[in-house]
Structure formats: C-alpha cells, structure tokens
C-alpha cells in the first residue's frame, strides 16, 4: 500500500509558532516540506505518536560561531541537540574570510582572543581553501550539516583585507579603502552573505591582547559598507558595542539603518557598571522601530558569564605563579586537596600587573558551584564569598574544594540584581529577539549554544513569578529569529514551508550539566552541553535526532541570502 507521505507527526500539541494558542494534531511531511497540519486523513511511510509532546518549527539561532566548526564538523553541536535547525555564524566581527595567505594567523589570533577558539585547533582545523567570501560560501556550499548555516561577513576580517596592517591597527580607513571595502561587501551579499558583522567593544581582543580591528572604525567607513548592502537589496548588520555615550552610538546605528534601508540588529544585556543602561537603549529603540526603521536587540536567555575548571581556559588559580599549568588534572586535583599548597596559593598572590585578568578570577561574591543540574540562576547567600566567610576561611580554600568537585559559574551580565527580571523584561519586548549564544565559540569558558533550552524550561515552565508564554517564546526562538533574516520560508508550521520540527517532551525537558570533550582539531578541548526531553529533531524533513542521538541524516546545507535555495 502506497503512502501519502514521507512522515505524519500524529496527536501532538502542535505550537506552530504564530505564537496563537497550541492545540492537538497532526503535521505530515513529504519532499523535505510540510505537507498539512491539523488533522491528517492520509498515511506516513514512517509514523510517530507524539501524544503528549509539543511540536514545534526548529529553532533559529542567529547569534553563533561555527565558522570555523563548519569547516571541520558535519554536526554542528551543541546547537543541534537543543532543537536548532539554522544557525547563523560570522557574528561580532571576526569570521575567516576574506582572508590572504599571509594574514591567516592574524586572524586565527583575533578569533583566539575574541571568541576562545585555540590557535592549534583553527591552524589544524581550518583548510584554507578560500581567499574571497563568495570562495569560503563555497567551500562550505560542498558540505553536509546536521542544520542549515549561514554566514555574515565579518568587519575585521574585511578590514584587514583592504587595509593590512594599518587596518589591524585600527587606523583611520580612507575614502578608497571605504570604497574597496564596500565593493567586496556588494559582492558578498550577491555571493548569498547573510549580512555584515561588526564590533566595538573593548571585551573583543586578539589573543595577545590588541583590541579588534574595528574598535574604533569611523561612522563613515561603516556607512560605506551598509549603504553598499543597501544596493545590493540583501543582508542585514549585526553589532556588538560597549554602548559608552548609548545615545550617540544607538543615534550612529539608527543612521545606517535608515540610510541603507537594511535590518540592523545589537547585542543587549544589563552591565552591571549601568545595570539601568538596557532600559534607555530600549527606549531608543521603540522611537526608531515607531518610525518604522527595522531594529531589533538581540538579548540572552539567562546571565552571561563564564565556566572556570580544572580542565577549562582558566581558573581562580591560573595567574598564581605557583599553579601548575601543565600538571596533569589527577595531579592538580592532588594539590588542592593539599591545604599546605593551598596556603602556599594564598600567600604568593599573582603579580600586580594583571589587573584585568586578577578582577575577574578573583570576583570571590560573583562565583557559583554550576551544579547538576546546573543552577543559572544562583541566590547570593550561595556564592563562594559567602560560603568562605559562613566557615571563616579564605576566600581559596573555598575555590579548591569547588574546582575538585566541578565547575564554577560566573555570571557578570544581566544579573546585576541578583535575579532575572531584567532579562525577562528583555525578553518581552516587542523589539527584541533571542540571541547571543555564541555556539561554536568560547569553547573553553561558556557553553551557552543551550539558550534555547533555558528559554522554554525556565521561562514557560519553571519561574515562580514573571513566565513567558510558550508560544510566545517558541514564536521568538523560531519566526521571530528567521524572519529577523529574511528567512521566510522556516520558523513557521504551515503548508509548503521548510519540515524544521522538533518533538519535545516539556514536563521532562532539562539541561544537561556541561562537559568537557577533546574531539576538536590537533586533540584540542571543548565545553559541550546536551538536553534531555527533546525526543527528536528534524531537518528539512529528515529526522535527525532522536532522544539526543544522531541518526546520521545531514540533510542541513548552506544558506546564501536568506533565501530558501
């Protein structure tokens, strides 16, 4: 007996993303599409009972990393094992093309230091096989996935394209370098970029600590390379910004905006430096968006902070010049548990001239025990300060005895209070999208590829007072996000668009703790973190994850344009 179908999802609380009320029934796929939703007459040639599961369009992440994962990895985790479908890398900035030969370590130092990505892992990992952007798109055109990936053009590694040295530097462009920088942006958004990336904050550094190349790039140079998307018809901008005078630097961004005609979209957190400073920046934002500029904020699920371990980039101990670095973990585990060398620890603090770096290993009340599950949301009478003065003991003892046990969370964003209602707040916004993952980067100090779970777990299910609605978030994390792109054809339940779909069991939906994995090029270690509840994930239609697992369907491609080609 002939199917009608390629696969029928039957009896499922279906949350199609429009953000209108979920309700019970059925999604049939065939050719990679769906194919009807609601009640399904005809047969699948494969079947799934998902009663009791919600089913939902697959997830939108437009805030990652993986342009360097992409050219190594067919899977790009941990992104896929929280129901992400597309991904959309080349964020902040920094990214590999285009790129000459001889600049191939300066940009592998700028991605080092901005987004801890090893230099040993990028120069094993990376092939080269590309000078010009539209020549890395292809090179990634040739590749399978387990999710669609689209790429941005990143400003830094433009810059220093045009401009050598004198751009790594952070001179000023001239009125030909503009030009030449916005020519290769016309032909990138033709070639099927994304959009064009940029960075102006001084927390982006090269690994041997120079600030990013785009720092401090002048309005008209930025104006040069949005108009240039303007005539192209195609991209979006992406920006990172430290937002020191808010109101000049929201008022310079809602210029290109408005002169190029393209969405532009901006990193969002409360700083604790101005932990009001998000509240006027949205406000700036409504009276651009009333006027009818395309401007969104892309804000983050929960704090940002990051991981410190034993076997991870740093820890409280790595500036201490007694620390053993290259001691294996067994051994330095040894010593912490030695209160002698402990005390030694104390008593041989680290040189003065590492301020920046001592500030945060050593920011005692801002330290958590991660836990498992793991605790994003930890309560002040819990941190490390706290423990070490409930005991009368140094601050250190405290932090050996956490490292041997585990991780240790930092958050230093968005939770200046001490709680989560100002991202909630975020959250809710008409203006805003969920973003700023960072998958695929950071791999050594955050693991936050996981935002989507924390969106769905914490905020429609878990919080005690200010929950979201599910189907406002699921509308955010999947059309909200596409359409911030130009991706028409996903992030919706509906007839002739994309099978993205994800079966998730909520009551039993959690994140895994995080875990260290060394699969990455020349033995090289990451954070990974996976989700348990998510009972199946698929891509254009093919099922490619079950209960966590790869089947082995790579059916995502590169994106070009934001289009559906």
Not at 136 to 161: C, E, K, N, T, W
Not at 423 to 436: F, K, Q
Not at 508 to 524: F, T
Request: overall charge negative.
């Amino acid at each position: 007996m002939s199917s009608d179908f390629d696969l029928v999802i039957r009896n499922g609380h279906i949350v199609d993303g429009s953000g209108a009320a979920g309700y019970e029934g059925d999604v049939a796929v065939k050719d990679g599409r769906i194919a009807s939703v609601g009640h399904v007459s005809g047969r699948g040639a494969e079947e799934i009972d998902a009663k009791g599961l919600l089913v939902t369009p697959g997830f939108v992440d437009v805030h990652t990393h993986y342009d360097g994962q992409a050219t190594w990895d067919q899977r790009l985790q941990p992104s896929s094992w929280h129901g992400v479908t597309t991904v959309i890398a080349g964020n902040c900035g920094v990214g590999f093309a285009p790129c000459r030969v001889e600049d191939h370590d300066r940009l592998i130092r700028l991605m080092e230091g901005v987004e801890d990505l090893p230099f040993p892992v990028l120069k094993d990992g990376l092939p080269w096989n590309w000078q010009s952007f539209p020549e890395y798109l292809d090179s990634l055109a040739g590749r399978a996935f387990d999710m669609d990936i689209g790429l941005q053009l990143p400003h830094a590694a433009l810059r220093v394209f045009v401009m050598g040295e004198r751009g790594a530097n952070r001179e000023v462009a001239s009125a030909d370098e503009i030009a030449q920088m916005a020519a290769l942006a016309e032909t990138a958004m033709h070639a099927g970029a994304m959009g064009f990336s940029t960075s102006r904050t001084l927390n982006h550094r090269t690994s041997d600590g120079q600030p990013t190349p785009t720092l401090t790039a002048a309005e008209d140079e930025l104006m040069g390379i949005a108009l240039a998307l303007g005539r192209a018809g195609k991209g979006v901008l992406q920006f990172v910004s430290d937002f020191a005078d808010p109101v000049a630097e929201f008022a310079m961004m809602r210029r290109l905006c408005e002169a190029s005609g393209r969405p532009l979209s901006f990193s969002l957190a409360q700083s604790p430096v101005a932990p009001l400073g998000w509240r006027k920046l949205l406000d700036m934002l409504e009276q651009a968006t009333a006027a009818g500029l395309p401007m969104k904020a892309q804000v983050a699920a929960r704090p940002v902070g990051v991981l410190l371990g034993l076997d991870l980039t740093l820890n409280p101990f790595s500036l201490h010049p007694d620390w053993p670095k290259s001691a294996a973990l067994d051994e330095q585990r040894r010593l912490l548990a030695d209160p002698d060398f402990v005390a030694r620890l104390i008593a041989n603090p680290p040189p003065a001239g590492n301020a920046r770096g001592t500030a945060l290993l050593h920011r005692w009340g801002d330290m958590y025990q991660l836990g498992d599950p793991p605790n994003y949301k930890p309560l002040p009478e819990t941190s490390l300060a706290a423990e070490a003065m409930r005991r009368g003991v140094a601050y250190e003892v405290v932090a050996a005895e956490w490292l041997c046990a585990g991780m240790i969370y930092v958050p230093f964003l968005n939770f200046a209070d001490g709680d989560l209602n100002a991202v909630g707040a975020m959250l809710a916004h008409p203006d805003t999208i969920p973003g700023l993952s960072d998958g695929g980067a950071h791999v050594g100090m955050i693991c936050d590829g996981s935002f989507p779970t924390t969106l769905i777990t914490h905020w429609a299910r878990d919080r005690s007072h200010g929950r979201l609605p599910l189907e406002f978030l699921i509308k955010r994390q999947a059309h909200d996000t596409a359409r911030a792109l130009g991706l028409t054809d996903r992030g919706l339940l509906r007839p002739g668009l994309r099978a993205d779909v994800n079966l998730i069991d909520l009551d039993h939906l959690a994140l895994l703790p995080p875990d260290v994995a060394h699969d990455l090029p020349a033995g090289g270690r990451r954070l990974v973190q996976r989700a348990r509840g998510i009972r199946a994930t698929l891509v254009a239609g093919q099922i490619t994850y079950r209960e966590g697992e790869a089947t082995g369907a790579l059916p995502g491609r590169l994106l070009r344009g934001g289009t559906s080609d």
